[in-house]
Every structure is written in C-alpha cells, then in structure tokens.
C-alpha cells in the first residue's frame, strides 16, 4: 500500500509495526529535509507513533505556548514531531489547537488504540475501509487495490452524485467498501476490541459583529489572509503559486508580494491552447505584476484525453 502511494512521498518510505497496529508512510520533505524528520515516527521507547501526511502551519507557535522544548528532546525540526509532541502532552484533544492541513494517524500503544484525525475543512485526503477484522486507511483509494479480494463494488448513490454534482458528497467513495473521513472529524479505534467512534472535533462558528466599520473588517481580513500565507512559506523547500489568472490566486500573489518574496516565487500557470479557456494574458499581467519566476505549461484538449488512463493509474 505505501509503495502504491510513492508518487505522493518520493523522498522516502519507511513502516512501523506491531501486533496490533502497522503504520507505511511515503515521505515528500517540506520541513526538515534530513532523515531525522522520516516517517513514520515514534517517541523514544515507541509507545506513541505517527503516520503523517500535509503541515502544521503553527507548530512554532505550538511549541512555544506549550513549552514543548522545555519538556521533549526534538529530534527534528520537522513539523510531524510537533504533532508527536503535542499529543503527548495533551492527548487526542491537542487537535483543536492545529491549524494547517493535514492527515494523519497517531497510535498509542499504551492505550491500545488509533487514532485517524483530518484536517478541518478536508483539504488532505483520508480514506478509511474495514475488511475482516482490520481497518485500513490510505490517502488515496488505489492503495486499498494492493489488498487481496479487494471488493470492487460500485457504489451508485455516490457516481449518481458524481455525474449530477461533478463530485461525490460526505464519506461516499465510488466503492461501496471504502469511506472518506470527512473534514473536521476523528476517528477512535480501540485496536483491542475494535470498536470504531468517529466525531466531529471541529465546528466553524461565526456571528454577525454589527459594532464592525466596514474598514475594520477589510484591515481585519487583510491581516489574516497576510498571516495564513506567511505562515504557508515557512518551509524549507522553495515555496511555489499555481497562478489561474483569477482573482484568488491573484491576491495571494499580491500577499507574497507584500512579504517581499514574490521575486523569488515561481508561479506556474496552464495555458490551455482553445480560445474559449484560454487565461494566459491574465496570468502574464500578474505574474509581470509580482516580478515572479514564471513558466507556463500549454496543454491541448488531445493531452487531457490521451494522459487521463496514465493519471487514473
């Protein structure tokens, strides 16, 4: 199953396991780019390990209001470690406390159980299927097809979503056998009984603040898309921007130009070679506006058609 998913982890793969509980990882270095930071991960005597996929974006400052470094010997300076850390200290609750995106199981022998937990609003992937008495999980669902007797049954509630919606709602997956962990939500297993208890950790609240000028809340806006983007660039990989022409990537752009690192930012952008989806004037105006390292990628309708087998495999 890790191998199957090497093309998400090129930089390393590496197991973890015990009677009870196996943990693969394919490894893509964006923290930490020693073998210090490989994964899977455990403490010093195994008792708590770590499967890890995506970043936390506010492990310093986790670590500082926690006082991680004052009571755990790092070993890395890998953001995985921080989540490692911090569930030692404070146990499954420490999620709520995150903020990045992310996917990842933690295992705690002591306890005898697992925990698979997601990111708040879903952007990293988590798959999960029960088979006998195991359960396993992966970031894409073409590692479950490594399994022997994989059931292939098609789930038709989730492709009559699919071709009505153009994608698939909730924990549905084209196969009946497999679920999709939704954002925001844990999953506890007690690998001792099995028993499986998936939860909501995180709910997005928001009220109306009519006492807010309407300039208070654009400053106010400003300074937490500024915040999110400079804590995003904090890595130790060159930091890159998918660039559509639009006004989303745009203001990010604009953000990394205010942070004076848009010059040595690359921005890729798709021209697509059909004048009805072709964007590329606007991608040159703001790749020319932020001084970037531009490069552009032609693709032909022909290419999506002839390359989609290759990218379904």
Same mark, same amino acid.
């Given at each position: ?75 890395? +300076? ?6 490692? !850390?911090?569930?030692? $200290?404070?146990?499954? *609750?420490? /999620? @709520? =406390? ?112 009519? +006492? ?6 654009? !400053?106010?806006?400003? $300074?937490?898309?500024? *915040?999110? /983007? @400079? =804590? ?32 040595r930012t690359h921005t890729f952008s798709i021209r697509m ?41």
């Amino acid at each position: 199953m890790t191998r199957a998913l090497r093309h998400r982890g090129p930089d390393g793969a590496g197991l973890l396991s015990d009677e009870m509980c196996a943990l693969g990882n394919a490894r893509l270095r964006i923290t930490d780019l020693s073998s210090k930071g490989d994964l899977p991960m455990a403490n010093e005597d195994g008792s708590v390990r770590l499967s890890y996929n995506g970043a936390v974006t506010n492990g310093a400052e986790l670590k500082r209001s926690l006082g991680l470094e004052d009571r755990y010997r790092f070993r890395s +300076s890998s953001d995985a470690e921080i989540v490692l !850390r911090a569930y030692e $200290e404070l146990g499954i *609750d420490f /999620v @709520r =406390r995150l903020s990045g995106m992310f996917a990842f199981c933690l295992y705690d022998r002591r306890l005898g159980k697992a925990f698979l937990v997601r990111d708040f609003f879903g952007q990293r992937p988590l798959f999960h299927m029960v088979k006998g008495q195991k359960l396993y999980f992966a970031s894409e669902i073409k590692a479950f097809l490594e399994l022997p007797d994989f059931d292939k049954s098609l789930d038709h509630d989730a492709l009559h979503h699919f071709f009505s919606l153009a994608y698939i709602p909730g924990k549905l997956t084209p196969f009946k056998a497999v679920r999709e962990l939704e954002g925001g939500h844990l999953m506890e297993i007690d690998c001792r009984t099995g028993s499986i208890d998936a939860r909501r950790y995180y709910r997005l609240e928001y009220g109306a603040d009519e +006492s807010l000028s309407e300039g208070a809340a654009a !400053r106010g806006l400003h $300074e937490a898309l500024l *915040d999110s /983007v @400079r =804590r995003n660039i904090e890595v130790d990989v060159p930091a890159g921007l998918m660039l559509s022409g639009g006004v989303d990537t745009g203001i990010l752009l604009g953000l990394l130009k205010e942070l004076g690192v848009s010059r040595r930012t690359h921005t890729f952008s798709i021209r697509m070679n059909a004048p009805t989806f072709d964007e590329s004037r606007y991608q040159r105006l703001l790749a020319d506006f932020g001084g970037t390292i531009h490069h552009t990628v032609e693709v032909n309708p022909a290419d999506i058609e002839a390359n989609l087998p290759a990218h379904i495999a």
